[in-house]
């Protein structure tokens, strides 16, 4: 069965400083990991995708690395800002049946920012 | 702003009941995919149209269907509402019916259905 696990659950880092977040999946046959970030009471937004041949990929301060060896995933997160508290959420894409991909989410982590 | 529209943003119904959603995808996008997200889960994919046709089904009861319009909005119908229910529904567009191709997903910001 694919899965996808985060860590930690949740994460309370002061403002200005860096974090990192994981994700462990187990979905085969692994297309691209995605990482998104979801606020409060809105819809995920899209931080980044990455295919199987891409190791890091950037957007702002957000910097995800994939090791599709070991079948993991980070999301750092530099200088925080307040407007970094959210939950991220990682995505693996496996190729289904017929070329359809099927996404599986994990259960994402919640950072908190303090000021 | 995604460009994906979700009406409405909250409903509150009793059990037993059968309720709509309502999706607009991004403008060009010919794919929705609908997902439920209860408390603490992750996101569950229900079912993907892709212009005006089913493409792939997830973990969609029975009792829930969908349709895609031929001005590609799309519905979510839930009938014989149960406590269980009661989630965050999300509709996601994207310009291909395959990801494959690293589309992103664009999200709208969810229908909050209470169900008493």
């Known amino acids: 069965k694919n899965q996808v696990e985060q860590s930690p659950q949740s994460l309370i880092i002061l403002e200005g400083k860096n974090c990192t977040l994981q994700?462990?999946?187990?979905?085969?046959?692994?297309?691209?990991l995605r990482w998104y970030k979801q606020d409060t009471g809105r819809g995920p937004v899209s931080l980044t995708i990455?295919?199987?041949?891409?190791n890091t990929k950037s957007n702002g301060r957000y910097t995800a690395t994939l090791d599709a060896d070991t079948k993991q995933s980070s999301l750092h997160i530099t200088a925080s800002q307040l407007s970094d508290s959210a939950s991220y959420i990682c995505v693996v894409s496996a190729q289904g049946n017929f070329g359809n991909e099927k996404l599986t989410f994990g259960t994402g982590t919640r950072l908190t920012i303090i000021p | 702003d995604s460009g994906v529209t979700q009406t409405p943003k909250h409903l509150i119904t009793a059990t037993g009941q059968r309720v709509t959603l309502r999706c607009s995808p991004r403008s060009g996008d010919l794919s929705v995919y609908w997902y439920q997200q209860s408390l603490d889960q992750g996101l569950q994919f229900l079912i993907q149209?892709?212009?005006?046709?089913?493409?792939a089904k997830g973990n969609i009861l029975e009792r829930f269907s969908a349709q895609q319009f031929p001005d590609l909005h799309s519905e979510l119908n839930l009938s014989s509402l149960e406590l269980g229910d009661s989630a965050l529904y999300f509709c996601a567009s994207s310009s291909v019916g395959d990801l494959r191709y690293n589309s992103p997903l664009h999200f709208g910001n969810g229908t909050r259905l209470t169900v008493t």
């Open positions: 990455m295919t199987f041949s891409e």
């Open positions: 994700c462990n999946y187990t979905v085969s046959p692994f297309s691209n």
């Open positions: 149209y892709y212009n005006g046709e089913e493409r």
